[in-house]
Nanobody, 117 residues
């Protein structure tokens, strides 16, 4: 069973930046499309960014296009999310997981991102 450990969250002012990391273990990270998800207070978890196995193809939800960049290091089994121009609507717990069909028991603890002045 693959396990994920997210890190890099914190409190940041509007307009600021953060870089999230996700260390994957126990699975086949390097051959699996991956995604970053987030869950804001009172809302459902949503996929915000996805990346192909080799990293050459990425996709973003409209609200983060041009501000977030997803990348991966398959040699070290790490997924990244560079977040720029953050705004209060980006406040959420951020998770990484497989792009397709994440199971209920595969979610990590996530990392909290709070955007506030």
């Amino acid at each position: 069973q693959v396990q994920f450990a997210e890190s890099g969250g914190g409190l940041v002012r509007p307009g600021g930046s953060l870089r999230l990391s996700c260390a994957a273990s126990g699975g086949r990270f390097s051959i699996t499309p991956m995604g970053w998800y987030r869950q804001a207070p009172g809302k459902q978890r949503e996929l915000v960014a996805a990346i192909s196995v080799g990293g050459s193809s990425t996709d973003y939800t409209d609200s983060v296009k041009g501000r977030f960049t997803i990348s991966r290091d398959n040699a070290r089994n790490i997924l990244f999310l560079q977040m720029n121009s953050l705004n209060p609507e980006d406040t959420a717990v951020y998770y990484c997981n497989v792009r397709f069909g994440p199971t209920v028991d595969s979610w990590g603890k996530g990392t909290l991102v709070t955007v506030s002045s």
